[in-house]
Antibody, heavy 119, light 106 residues
């Protein structure tokens, strides 16, 4: 059974850097074809894809946020980390991590973690 | 940047068939998937690679993708299908979501 869980701060100040960790089980990020992505959703708004890292360390970023995002993996710990710099109140959202296989969909999602950006 | 357009809302009567569209430039050249999201819950994948259903998704959910439009169709809609639905396009560099469609089962 595949599970993913997001963790990180619930409150960050403007201009700070956000670091979120996705801890997963039930699969290995060293298996060919597997990826883990990050998606966010501001309150009452649509989903927005942020970043994706594959088993071979290939990384993809949203063009709109690429300059602010870094995604890394620690295969031994079954974790994927997303950092987002220069946080702003508009970045207030629920942040999800999700499993991908075959590079065509996010088939299993975590429960999400709410991050508020406020001074 | 690539954009996907969905109608903000769609309504259907129980037992009827409803279609939700997702439009984008040459969308038929990309893979499309669809997610269902109920209030307070994480999204659930209901269609991937244009028309395939994950295990556990009812047969009443189907998908298609051609030209500039992908379509999610729900046949025999049930009250439990009331939710927000999001399309997502995938190709080598694109993984963009549509703006979402709120499905109301009247």
């Amino acid at each position: 059974q595949i599970t993913l869980k997001e963790s990180g701060p619930t409150l960050v100040k403007p201009t700070q850097t956000l670091t979120l960790t996705c801890t997963f089980s039930g699969f290995s990020l060293s298996t060919s074809g597997v990826g883990v992505g990050w998606i966010r959703q501001p309150p009452g708004k649509a989903l927005e894809w942020l970043a994706l890292i594959y088993w071979n360390d290939d990384k993809r970023y949203s063009p709109a946020l690429k300059s602010r995002l870094t995604i890394t993996k620690d295969t031994s710990k079954n974790q994927v980390v997303l950092t987002m710099t220069n946080m702003d109140p508009v970045d207030t959202a629920t942040y999800y991590c999700a499993h991908s296989w075959g590079a065509t969909a996010f088939d299993i999602w975590g429960q999400g973690t709410m991050v508020t950006v406020s001074s | 940047s690539y954009e996907l357009t969905q109608p903000p809302s769609v309504s259907v009567s129980p037992g009827q068939t409803v279609s939700i569209t997702c439009s984008g430039d040459k969308l038929g050249d990309k893979y499309v998937c669809w997610y269902q999201q109920k209030p307070g819950q994480s999204p659930v994948l209901v269609i991937y690679q244009d028309y395939k259903r994950p295990s556990g998704i009812p047969e009443r959910f189907s998908g298609s993708n051609s030209g500039n439009t992908a379509t999610l169709t729900i046949s025999g809609t049930q009250a439990m299908d009331e939710a927000d639905y999001y399309c997502q396009a995938w190709d080598r560099s694109t993984r963009v979501f549509g703006g979402g469609t709120k499905l109301t089962v009247l």
